[in-house]
């Protein structure tokens, strides 16, 4: 049986333990007669084909970690930005997903767009505006058209806008029963 190393005064290094307890597992393996009974043979993965005259192969590998980014509900150019120059846009598979509302209470949805207001107002940026109007269109998809939607204000009425659009581009030019009202 394999010893365990003393670590108690030692420098650790997991990469060299995890080799060693690695090598040792397999020479185990390869001793156990049940395994060579049974026609099994152990190798260490390569590209070379397999040239062996038993049935069964068994692998043994280490896992390879994979690494997903999600952003919600949409896709921020900046902090892509951050991760390629941090050298870590390639460990990782990024995506987005598009969670427009969280119900809060029976009766209280929430779009959780902290940054909406502060896009819009100081930055330009109104890609806010299009992500509710979406959860708008989704809801009303699901659920039946909202029959009153009234908007008050620039923002929400820009709001109301791209949700007629949205409308007319699901329902056609036959949709025109379907247009929001705003004042």
Request: glycine letters at 4%; one cysteine or more; a negative charge.
């Amino acid at each position: 049986m394999a010893q365990i190393p003393n670590l108690d005064n030692a420098p650790l290094n997991l990469t060299s333990l995890r080799d060693q307890s690695q090598k040792e597992l397999l020479n185990i393996l390869k001793n156990t007669s049940l395994l060579k009974e049974h026609g099994v043979e152990l190798r260490y993965l390569s590209a070379d084909p397999i040239q062996t005259e038993c049935t069964k192969v068994v692998y043994l590998v280490r896992p390879q970690l994979e690494y997903f980014v999600y952003f919600v509900p949409r896709r921020a150019v900046v902090c892509e930005k951050i991760l390629e120059e941090e050298n870590f846009h390639h460990l990782l598979t990024i995506e987005e997903y598009p969670l427009y509302v969280l119900p809060v209470d029976e009766d209280v949805l929430s779009f959780e767009l902290d940054l909406a207001y502060k896009e819009c107002q100081v930055d330009g940026d109104t890609s806010s505006l299009w992500h509710i109007a979406k959860a708008i269109h989704k809801l009303e998809f699901s659920f039946g058209l909202i029959p009153n939607v009234r908007a008050k204000g620039k923002a929400s009425v820009r709001v109301a806008d791209i949700l007629n659009r949205m409308q007319h581009i699901r329902y056609g030019h036959a949709g025109d029963q379907y247009t929001h009202s705003y004042r």
